[in-house]
């Protein structure tokens, strides 16, 4: 029973093209990220939501438009997509900081990749 | 960038060998956590050493944490052909923020 599960896990389009990436949680957790990983494996945060409410949001293009319909939900709608979108995009999800030491439960990526 | 550093970035040795990787990072933390990542899989938490805390065992996993220095160390014993891995250090701010930096990571590959 997948905790977090991203779809989907191998996407290739065009330059120009618009799409998403979905992500799920069932681990009841209140806070959603999204992260890029690049060709050099550096990981970045994007977004972050608690509760359906944006928290965190990391100097990204509005290209990049995420949406959370509830909290175990948190989706990521990419626009006019650049060669440079290419990457490992990462779900993950935590219990907020007040729970205490909380740490991060990926899923397994979503490998996109614009020609 | 706010981003840790972490050193070496790639180390290779035997299996039976100790692996010890290194992480400096830049602001002040509540916690420092360290994730392995197999190849194409998703990140998976280790081991989190509070700020409060100088070491903190797990398994085959020692991890000690200096913060008068920004760092931190992940220290594999008896390394495994299977730890082949990449192991990236987080840190989680003291302002009570959501947001988890993770350092640059280090490849390890073990060999049989």
């Known amino acids: 029973d997948t905790a977090v599960s991203q779809t989907p896990k191998y996407l290739v389009t065009q330059m120009g093209n618009d799409k998403s990436i979905k992500c799920e949680q069932n681990?009841?957790?209140?806070?959603m990220y999204w992260y890029k990983q690049d060709s050099k494996k550096f990981l970045k945060i994007m977004f972050s939501?608690?509760?359906?409410?944006?928290?965190i949001n990391e100097t990204v293009p509005n290209r990049f438009s995420p949406k959370s319909p509830d909290k175990a939900h948190l989706n990521l709608h990419i626009n006019s997509l650049e060669l440079g979108d290419s990457a490992v995009y990462f779900c993950?999800?935590?219990?907020?900081?007040?729970?205490?030491?909380?740490?991060?439960?990926f899923g397994a990526g979503s490998r996109l990749t614009v020609l | 960038s706010q981003q840790g550093e972490e050193d070496p970035q790639a180390l290779s040795i035997q299996e039976g060998e100790n692996a010890t990787m290194n992480c400096s990072y830049k602001?002040?933390?509540?916690?420092l956590q360290w994730y392995r990542q197999n190849s194409g899989r998703g990140l998976v938490h280790l081991i989190l050493?509070?700020?409060?805390?100088r070491e903190k065992h797990s398994g085959r996993l020692r991890v000690t944490l200096d913060t008068s220095k920004k760092s931190s160390s992940l220290l594999i014993t008896a390394s495994r052909a299977a730890d082949t891995a990449s192991y990236f250090c987080?840190?989680?701010?003291?302002?009570?923020?959501?947001?988890?930096?993770f350092g640059t990571g280090t490849r390890l590959k073990v060999l049989a």
């Open positions: 993950a999800s935590s219990p907020p900081p007040a729970a205490g030491a909380n740490v991060l439960t």
């Open positions: 681990l009841g957790h209140d806070t």
């Open positions: 939501y608690n509760n359906k409410e944006l928290i």
């Open positions: 602001t002040s933390i509540n916690n």
């Open positions: 050493i509070r700020s409060n805390e």
């Open positions: 987080a840190t989680v701010s003291s302002s009570g923020t959501y947001k988890y930096i």
